[in-house]
Structures are given as C-alpha cells and as structure tokens.
T-cell receptor
Framework: EAQVTQNPRYLITVTGKKLTVTCSQN?????MSWYRQDPGLGLRQIYYSMNVEVTDKGDVPEGYKVSRKEKRNFPLILESPSPNQTSLYFC????????????????FGAGSRLTVL | GQQVMQIPQYQHVQEGEDFTTYCNSS?????IQWYKQRPGGHPVFLIQ?????EVKKQKRLTFQFGEAKKNSSLHITATQTTDVGTYFC???????????FGTGTRLKVLA
C-alpha cells in the first residue's frame, strides 16, 4: 500500500530535550515536506526537499532541522524543543512531474502530535 | 509574507443546505489544490486546478480557479453528514516549490 509513515504518532517531551520525528514513504517520490498545523493558522510548511541532499526552508523553519540522506526518509529534528513547538506535525510526499493533473498531489502521513512542556 | 486566507473560518449548516468556502491568495499560484481533513485525520487530496478560470465538478462539489490565479472557491450542493471536516486550499507559489496552505474552513453538518 502506498503510504507515508510518521513516528511517533504522539509524544510528550520537555523543553530542551532533542527529538526526531521520522517520516518514510514507499512511493519513490522525490519531493517531501513537513508541515505544522495550529488552530486558526492552517498548515504551514516547515521544510521541503526536492530530492536527496536537497532541502530548503518553508515558511516556519526556525527551531527545526531536516536531512534527506535517502529518497524514502525525511526526518524532522527538534534540537532544543520549546513549548511554542507544541503542535500537530504532518509529513507529506509528492510525485514531481510538473503541471500534469494528479502529478502534484501531496500524500500526507497520519500526523504526529507533539507536546513540549 | 505570502498568505492564503479562507473564509469563513467555521460554517455550520443543516443537512441539505449548500456550502461555499473562498480562498484568497496574496500572490499568484501556479495551480491550486483542495484538500479535505476529517476530524482527527490527515489532509486528503480532492482536486487540482491549473488554468485560470477553470471550473471542475466532482458529484456535489464544484471547484473554481479565479482568472488572476489568486483566488478559488469550493461549493458543495446539498451537504451531507459525510461532508464534515476542514477544507484547505493550497498551492505552490509561482516560480517556487514552497507550498502555501489556506487557513482552512471547518464545516459542520447538522442532521
């Protein structure tokens, strides 16, 4: 089954304790990205990656790091989490073939709810 | 910065009533997509519009992309309880690979 898998699904942690949220896709997609969802603000892009070793900042990259060493994996790293990073996080991947219908569809993971105390 | 606003933020309708959500971007979008997120779930793709002025229909759902490619709308005819969820518009800004999502419209349908 084609899917994007995130782990953990739920996490409660404390300020300053480094954590990593993993994301893996089995669709051989080149484009992957991370979003955070907060009430009233919709989904905001944190980082995206066009391919292996190619990453770029989205709209809210502060406090986050990413890496893309393999095509299928795109982990999100919080080096020193703070309470304002409490949020629902989604990873997504996308087939990248330009403007063809259906080719730019984002497939989302189930989400990771993070609470930083 | 770039923003995509959706109105209304919330909408409660009686089952069978129509519903419309509007999406307005501060910048031109290469294309626009609509996603639906059920309560407790993740966003799921509904449709993509590419051409200015484009209109597409999916059963009771009608999607429109504005002529200037900066606004879009989603209209649901005769809502059903299965339409409950949050609807997001989204798209890459022209010339970039950054995705901008709208703020979302949460729809509740009362039986």
């Amino acid at each position: 089954e084609a899917q994007v898998t995130q782990n953990p699904r739920y996490l409660i942690t404390v300020t300053g304790k480094k954590l990593t949220v993993t994301c893996s896709q089995n669709m051989n997609h080149e484009y992957m990205s991370w979003y955070r969802q907060d009430p009233g603000l919709g989904l905001r892009q944190i980082y995206y990656s066009m391919n292996v070793e190619v990453t770029d900042k989205g709209d809210v990259p502060e406090g986050y790091k990413v890496s893309r060493k393999e095509k299928r994996n795109f982990p999100l790293i919080l080096e020193s989490p703070s309470p304002n990073q409490t949020s629902l996080y989604f990873c997504a991947s996308r087939e990248d073939r330009g403007g063809r219908y259906g080719a730019n569809v984002l497939t989302f993971g189930a989400g990771s709810r993070l609470t930083v105390l | 910065g770039q923003q995509v606003m959706q109105i209304p933020q919330y909408q409660h309708v009686q089952e069978g009533e129509d519903f419309t959500t509007y999406c307005n971007s501060s910048t031109t979008l290469s294309n626009i997509q609509w996603y639906k997120q059920r309560p407790g779930g993740h966003p799921v793709f509904l449709i993509q519009l590419v051409k200015s002025g484009e209109v597409k229909k999916q059963k009771r759902l009608t999607f429109q992309f504005g002529e200037a490619k900066k606004n879009s709308s989603l209209h649901i005819t005769a809502t059903q309880t299965t339409d409950v969820g949050t609807y997001f518009c989204a798209g890459p800004t022209s010339g970039t690979y950054k995705y901008i999502f709208g703020t979302g419209t949460r729809l509740k349908v009362l039986a």
